[in-house]
Every structure is written in C-alpha cells, then in structure tokens.
C-alpha cells in the first residue's frame, strides 16, 4: 500500500506540473487524498473486471488494458461519465481522452477478434 500511495503522490505532482508547464489549472482539485480515491475505485473496477467471466471475453479484455485505456473506458462507458467529465477527472484534454478510447476500444476489437468500425465512436 505505501508504493501506490508513493506512486499516487508522485503521479499527482508530476501531472499538477506538467500543466503548470503549459499555463493551465487542472480542472479538478489535486490532492493526493483524491488521487488515491479515484485509483482506488479503478482499481477495484479492475479486479471485477478479472472476477467476471464473460462468453466473449470482453470484460477480461478491458481489465488487460494498460492503465489510462482501462481508466477512461471504466469512467466512459462502466460509469457513464461524458468526455468532458472524464476529462476533468483526469487532468488531461478531452481529446487525450478521445484518443484512449479510440486505440482501448481497437485493442479490446483486436483482443476479441472482430471489426473495429472507426464510425461508431460515439461522442454526445
């Protein structure tokens, strides 16, 4: 538990300032008490995740995917949060968040061998 609260707090301040690099504010409030709420409940989505069995293997596959992927298609599509939202809670623009969706939902297509149909990206 010290590692990941190490690590929570040293990814905090490294995010907190980088934006301070490029001039902006993070949209939510930084503090390493937040960080390690929201990683814990991924975390803790991850290991459903791992838990579920599914015919197609879906849930297996999003619980594979690196951290950042895993996190927005977990707060997009488990939690249902718009990509504006999702990207306020992470910190980072709303097409860094488009673009892990994008290359977490042709990872999971590939994983699971079907189509992956770039039209389909569904933005409210």
Do not use: N
Not at 6 to 17: R, T
Not at 109 to 120: N, Q, S, W, Y
């Amino acid at each position: 538990m010290g590692r990941r609260v190490a690590l929570a707090v040293f990814k905090g301040s490294h995010h907190a300032g980088e934006l301070r690099i490029q001039g902006r504010k993070p949209a939510v409030p930084e503090t390493a008490m937040l960080q390690l709420v929201v990683r814990a409940v991924l975390e803790s989505s991850r290991q459903e995740f791992e838990v579920i069995e599914s015919a197609l293997g879906l849930y297996p596959a999003i619980a594979r995917l690196p951290e950042r992927q895993f996190d927005v298609m977990v707060l997009r599509y488990v939690l249902g949060f718009s990509t504006d939202t999702v990207a306020r809670i992470m910190g980072v623009t709303e097409a860094t968040v488009r673009s892990h969706c994008h290359f977490a939902r042709r990872k999971i297509a590939r994983e699971l061998g079907i189509a992956f149909d770039t039209d389909c990206d569904d933005e409210e």
